[in-house]
């Protein structure tokens, strides 16, 4: 078993304080790009997953697996799984927190098999925060908010820059992204 594992949140995180503008419980959120494998409606066999602010430390996020998300025959791939949670913890750090965070470490225990066309229903919630580090965990049942657990994850998510993203990224697809959601009000604070 991993360090992490052992101890989560580590001792010396304090509790997360969601950003004054955090959207409220009930907001429904949409793509954050349309390019993004996890989110985005442009990647036709992407995970299209949809993400609801249930509380103030909590994003539900729902999953439906497709035939494009094989491992098994009919079962879902459980690195696509993990891709999954990759998502849905990504989600609730960036909503909650409203500042451009990196997955340094993903960890998954698959509990029980996730068969093509079955929905997990994923509730993250924040765990904690250490200075650059978040640490966030999620639980994902099958079918139903009350159904099986399936899946859980622990993510520890670093905030950094926006030169992050346009020193190792594409600049210019950042700077469009950047005018669309600051034209949606959606800016973040950038610069931890
Ligand atoms: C304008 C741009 C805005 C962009 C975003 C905007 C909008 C998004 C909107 C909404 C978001 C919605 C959904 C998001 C959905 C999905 C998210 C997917 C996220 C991903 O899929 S993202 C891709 C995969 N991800 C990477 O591509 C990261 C590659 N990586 C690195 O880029 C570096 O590795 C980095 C930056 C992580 C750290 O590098 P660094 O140099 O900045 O900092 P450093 O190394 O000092 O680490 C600082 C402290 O974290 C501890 N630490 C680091 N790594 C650790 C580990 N593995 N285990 C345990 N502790 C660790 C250190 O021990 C230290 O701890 P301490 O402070 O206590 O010493």
């Not at 594992?5 to 503008?21: F, G, K, L, Q, S």
């Not at 879902?76 to 998502?87: I, K, Q």
């Not at 500042?99 to 998954?108: H, I, K, Q």
């Not at 580090?133 to 859980?152: C, H, I, M, N």
Request: with cysteine; aromatic share 6%; net charge negative.
């Amino acid at each position: 078993m991993s360090k992490a594992a052992e101890n989560w949140p580590p001792e010396d995180t304090e509790p997360a304080t969601p950003h004054p503008d955090a959207p409220p419980s009930g907001t429904e959120l949409g793509e954050h790009y349309s390019q993004c494998f996890g989110c985005g409606d442009d990647v036709e066999s992407g995970l299209h997953i949809r993400s609801m602010i249930a509380s103030d430390m909590t994003v539900v996020s729902k999953f439906t697996v497709g035939k494009d998300h094989q491992g098994a025959p009919g079962l879902a791939h459980g690195g696509l799984l993990a891709c999954a949670f990759d998502e849905a913890l990504g989600s609730t750090v960036g909503n909650l927190l409203r500042r451009p965070a990196v997955t340094a470490r993903l960890e998954t225990d698959f509990v029980r098999p996730v068969p093509v066309g079955s929905t997990l229903h994923i509730a993250a919630k924040l765990d904690g925060v250490s200075r650059r580090k978040t640490y966030v965990s999620a639980e994902g049942r099958l079918d139903a908010e009350d159904g099986p657990v399936a899946v859980r994850a622990r993510g520890l998510f670093v905030t950094v820059g926006v030169e992050h993203f346009t020193k190792h990224g594409d600049a210019d697809a950042i700077s469009q992204f950047r005018d669309v959601r600051q034209a949606a009000g959606q800016d973040w604070d950038i610069n931890p």
